[in-house]
């Protein structure tokens, strides 16, 4: 039966998961995590301290970016850090309290430095750019 896991999650844990659901050992290091403790209904915590980058690129609006992610965003529960490039403009929130992410908060608060060198540490390695085309100093 389906299950909702009320958890922050990612396509990145559906390998894990198949993998330690069909009992197949992993040989080597994969990124995600097996949600399957909480599938079956242990309510044990097994997704931890994580940050969940995602990346966007809009067709349309203001900034449309058909071929190259333009929006990133990294979570780590309850903060979300969205970084627009097009713009240079960050927007830094706390999901639990604003899940509809209207009211940004001050980057002292939460996670924010560790969320910002995440993203860039991911915008960097997955599209190699010169740290000048993306990096803001904030």
């Known amino acids: 039966l389906p299950k909702i896991i009320n958890d922050y999650c990612s396509t990145l844990d559906l390998m894990p998961t198949i993998l330690d ?3 197949i050992e992993k040989n080597n290091p994969v990124d995600g995590i097996s949600l399957l403790q909480k599938i079956v209904g ?8 994580r940050f969940l980058i995602s990346e966007t690129g809009g067709v349309t ?3 449309p970016s058909p071929y190259r ?4 965003s ?3 529960y309850p903060w979300k850090l969205i970084y627009y490039t097009k713009t240079g403009k960050f927007e830094y929130f706390n999901i639990n309290d604003d ?3 209207l009211n940004p908060l001050s980057y002292k608060k939460g996670t924010f430095k560790e969320c910002y060198n995440k993203m860039m540490e991911y915008i960097f390695s ?3 750019m010169e740290s ?5 100093r904030i």
């Open 69 to 72: 992610p333009n929006v990133y």
């Open 132 to 136: 000048s085309e993306y990096y803001h």
């Open 21 to 23: 659901y069909l009992k």
């Open 61 to 63: 609006g203001p900034f």
């Open 42 to 49: 242990d309510d044990r915590k097994v997704i931890e301290d």
């Open 126 to 128: 997955n599209y190699r």
């Open 74 to 76: 990294c979570i780590n």
């Open 99 to 101: 899940p509809n992410e």
